[in-house]
C-alpha cells in the first residue's frame, strides 16, 4: 500500500540559494545539503519521501516567505558536503562510513508569481496553528499539514496546483 503524500516546508536564506538558483540549475534539480540541525537531519532521513511536495521558504529576507513549490525526488541519503574540508558545512565527526548528516534531492515544480510573506500568513486564519508561525519556531524543516499547503497554494493564486 503507498504511503500518503506528506508536505514540508524547506527554508533557505535567498542569499545563499534561492528559488531563482534552483530554477537556473540545468534540472531545476539540487540535493538540499547542509543542515546541522539533528531534528531536521531525522526528517531528511527518515520522513521525507519521494514525491512529497515542499514549499522553498526564503528566510532572513524582508519580508521573508513562501516563494514557491519543489518536490522530492530523491530521499534521503548522506550529505557530502560534510566530508570535504574545504566546503562550509564540513563535519570532522562525520564520515563516509559513520555517516551524520542527510539531503535529498528536490526538482522544481513553479516560482510564485510572488512571494508569499509572513505577514500574509500571519494574518489568515487559517494558518494559525502551523509549525511556521508558532512562537519559537526555528527549524528549517518543518511539517505542513495538507490544509495548510492548500491554503498557501490559494493565497499565492495557485489552487489545484
Same mark, same amino acid.
Not at 152 to 158: E, R, S, V
Given at each position: 500500500?503507498?504511503?500518503?503524500?506528506?508536505?514540508?516546508?524547506?527554508?533557505?536564506?535567498p542569499t545563499s540559494y534561492s528559488?531563482?538558483?534552483l530554477a537556473a540549475e540545468p534540472t531545476q534539480t539540487t540535493h538540499w545539503d547542509g543542515v546541522r540541525n539533528y531534528q531536521a537531519r531525522n526528517i531528511l532521513r527518515d520522513e521525507m519521501?519521494?514525491?512529497d511536495r515542499v514549499f522553498i521558504y526564503h528566510s532572513n529576507a524582508k519580508p521573508p516567505g513562501v516563494a514557491?513549490? #519543489?518536490?522530492v525526488t530523491q530521499e534521503g541519503y548522506p550529505d557530502f558536503t560534510a566530508w570535504d574540508p574545504d566546503d562550509k558545512h564540513y563535519d570532522p565527526k562525520s564520515s563516509q562510513t559513520d555517516p551524520r548528516?542527510?539531503?535529498v534531492d528536490v526538482r522544481l515544480e513553479f516560482v510564485f508569481e510572488r512571494l508569499i510573506g509572513l505577514p500574509e500568513?500571519?494574518?489568515? #486564519?487559517?494558518l494559525r496553528d502551523m509549525e511556521l508561525l508558532r512562537k519559537g519556531s526555528r527549524l528549517s524543516i518543518q511539517p505542513v499539514r495538507k490544509k495548510e499547503f492548500d491554503t498557501?497554494?490559494?493565497?499565492?493564486?495557485?489552487a489545484g496546483k
Open positions: 500500500m503507498a504511503k500518503a503524500k506528506k508536505y514540508w516546508l524547506l527554508k533557505t536564506e528559488i531563482q538558483d519521501k519521494r514525491g514557491g513549490v #519543489a518536490v548528516w542527510f539531503m500568513l500571519r494574518e489568515c #486564519a487559517a498557501i497554494l490559494k493565497l499565492a493564486g495557485m
